[in-house]
């Protein structure tokens, strides 16, 4: 499939954190939907998948990016999201993080090229802060790395489920605090 003529792109949706949970979640959760999050780095995109109840992150794979054509990503996303029925991503953003403009500006980037494949069409996403994620993974997984060389390959993955993580923990306090009311 070709690319789309210039302003007919499919387009993916974004939604605010806790509008990702109230408004499309929440209501599909007999579904057993699950989410699918994203630590994207320069050469390599980091996945982790959530339970079927939205409770507990797992690394799943990393994928290679390639900065000229994500299409070959799109579709290895469409058959995960086929695959684990997906209903969502929610994609690692350093919202606190001081100095990152340049890091926004190439993840903005790699949305917009993600979602120009046409192959994402109506796939909800959110950003969720991962400002600390590539430091926590790798102080996880530090001690069982032999190899320096494929150290990025194993904590990519592991920094998608920091970001996964913290979501799926914001979630789940701000349903328990809303039932709590």
């Known amino acids: 499939m070709g690319s789309l003529p210039l302003g007919l792109e499919m387009q ?15 209501p599909r959760a007999a579904q057993q939907v699950r989410l699918l999050g994203l630590d994207v780095g320069n050469k390599l995109v980091g996945l ?17 990016r390639d900065k000229t054509d994500l299409g070959p ?27 990152n403009t340049r890091r926004v500006t190439q993840l903005q980037q790699f ?8 192959k994402l069409e109506d796939v ?4 969720y802060d ?25 904590i990519s993955p592991f920094a998608a489920v920091s970001v996964l993580q913290e979501y799926l923990d914001y979630i789940t306090y701000d349903v328990k605090t809303e039932q709590d009311k």
């Open 12 to 26: 993916m949706k974004y939604m605010k954190p806790l509008s990702l949970y109230q408004d499309f979640l929440k």
């Open 48 to 64: 982790a998948i959530s339970d079927s109840d939205n409770k507990i992150a797992e690394p799943l794979r990393v994928l290679a």
């Open 111 to 118: 949305v917009n090229d993600l979602s120009k494949t046409g």
């Open 130 to 154: 991962d400002t600390y994620s590539t430091q926590i993974a790798e102080s996880l997984v530090k001690p069982f790395i032999i190899d320096p060389t494929k150290a990025k390959q194993v």
């Open 73 to 99: 990503m799109a579709v290895d996303l469409q058959h995960l999201i086929s695959k684990y029925s997906v209903s969502a991503f929610v994609i690692g953003h350093p919202f606190y993080s001081r100095g």
């Open 124 to 127: 909800p996403y959110t950003f």
